[in-house]
């Protein structure tokens, strides 16, 4: 068992609270049906200079073989396993390049401790530029954790991303990070409604 990853109820909530950066994906700028559309309300508009932006290819793989590209970098906890067994989690058939950025909770314009509902929420609802952001496909995970190797030690960040249920029955995400271990790939209670960021929480 690697340290931090499965270990019990207590340990997995304690690293859940920890400093902690979510991915999501920015989407390009308006499609032609959302410029046909009028604006209903107002985006939280992020300054292009906020966040760590990067693109990833995501798409033309299975699962499997996804999982395997996971193992030979770094450790993927028993229950990350799971989720990509979940029969929500699936791949794009085709391969697709994405943007994809990095932000702190404070960075969405929310105060106080959100929760991830709130969070979640917000996400759609913000603009850099001309792009909309939105929640990243689930397998942003695992693609992430095979292309992130030069990952820090002592952080981790996680994906925003639909939650899938994991084995307790409880919404779940995936989280990376690097510890004495090395490199891992697990999942995270932070999916729950009421799970509660602090500001400077990254995602």
């Not at 300054?47 to 932006?53: A, C, I, T």
């Not at 390049?97 to 917000?122: A, M």
Request: hydrophobic share 35%.
């Amino acid at each position: 068992m690697m340290g931090g990853i499965e270990g019990n109820d207590d340990q997995r909530r304690a690293l859940d609270a920890a400093l902690a950066e979510i991915y999501v994906t920015a989407e390009g700028a308006w499609n032609e049906s959302r410029q046909n559309e009028p604006e209903k309300q107002a985006f939280y508009v992020i300054s292009e200079k906020v966040g760590v932006r990067m693109t990833l290819e995501i798409g033309g793989k299975p699962i499997e073989q996804l999982e395997n590209g996971v193992k030979q970098v770094g450790h993927v906890s028993g229950y990350a396993s799971y989720l990509r067994n979940i029969s929500n989690f699936t791949t794009l058939n085709e391969p697709t390049t994405i943007e994809l950025l990095k932000l702190r909770v404070q960075d969405l314009g929310l105060s106080g401790q959100p929760t991830t509902k709130q969070i979640f929420e917000r996400i759609s609802h913000c603009r850099v530029g001309e792009k909309v952001l939105e929640l990243c496909p689930a397998e942003v995970g695992l693609r992430l954790r095979v292309k992130d190797t030069e990952q820090p030690f002592d952080d981790v960040y996680f994906i925003a991303h639909e939650p899938i249920t994991d084995r307790n029955g409880d919404p779940s995400i995936f989280k990376l990070g690097r510890n004495a271990y090395g490199l891992w790939l697990g999942d995270s209670w932070a999916a729950l409604p009421d799970y509660k960021w602090g500001p400077q929480d990254q995602l």
